[in-house]
């Protein structure tokens, strides 16, 4: 009985998070064997200012990336 749980960057469309559940489901029984119907998948949208790497958000990240493009 698989419990999938994810966390991503808020920011995908529903038709992206649609396809990335699927994509999981389908892992699970391709590479576990698991039913369907016993299979969980729980998809965490976090906003860019509360996900950070190497203490710089993502949305610094992006910020910095922005005003590298504007130079």
């Given amino acids: 009985m698989p419990l999938i749980d994810v966390s991503i ?4 469309s ?3 998070l649609r396809a990335l559940i699927s994509a999981l489901h389908k ?3 391709e590479s576990v064997g698991a039913v369907p119907e016993n299979t969980t998948v729980i998809i965490r949208e976090v906003d860019a200012e509360h996900w950070s790497k190497a203490n710089v958000t993502i949305a610094e ?6 005003a590298s493009h504007e130079r």
Avoid at 9 to 12: E, K
Avoid at 61 to 66: H, I, K, L, P, Y
């Fill in 61 to 66: 990240r992006t910020a910095q990336g922005n």
């Fill in 27 to 29: 892992a699970a029984e």
């Fill in 9 to 12: 960057a808020r920011g995908r």
């Fill in 14 to 16: 529903p038709e992206q």
